[in-house]
């Protein structure tokens, strides 16, 4: 098991949660499609954490992979909101209940309500 699949198990233990892997394919620069999802998420809350959310394409892809897979609710959190181009708009009409990052970078005005931002732990 890699190093960072097994720190996800980890960390899916500590809080008694199932874990699941979506696979991505970069097909193109800037392009990002998911491809299946490894575990059972059907009647489930998703919650996809990730390092940066940036044009938010594939974070979407992902969210609308896991509604189709019969996920009941997805939620998003990330470290670093980057939000270029158009991923504001992108995340407004994506189905997400929440989307939360830490403040390393200033949330923009016109961010969707369900954002939020919360501070980066400290070291």
């Given amino acids: 098991m890699s190093g960072a699949r097994s720190s996800r198990r980890s960390s899916a233990e500590k809080i008694s949660a199932d874990l ?4 991505k394919e970069r097909p193109a620069q800037q392009v990002a499609e998911i491809g299946y999802v ?4 059907a ?3 998703a919650v996809i954490i990730d390092d940066i959310i ?4 594939t974070l979407c892809a992902a969210a609308q992979t896991l509604l189709e897979q019969g996920a ?3 939620y998003a959190a990330a470290t670093h909101g980057v939000f270029s181009g158009q991923a504001y708009e992108n995340l407004a009409s ?8 830490t403040d390393t970078i200033p949330i923009a005005p016109g ?9 980066a732990p400290s070291c």
């Fill in 20 to 23: 699941a892997v979506l696979t």
């Fill in 72 to 74: 009941a609710r997805v």
């Fill in 111 to 119: 961010a969707p309500t369900t954002s939020s931002c919360c501070p």
């Fill in 54 to 57: 940036d044009t938010a394409g």
């Fill in 38 to 41: 490894i575990g059972e998420v």
């Fill in 94 to 101: 994506a189905p997400f209940e929440r989307i939360v990052v």
């Fill in 43 to 45: 009647g489930k809350t």
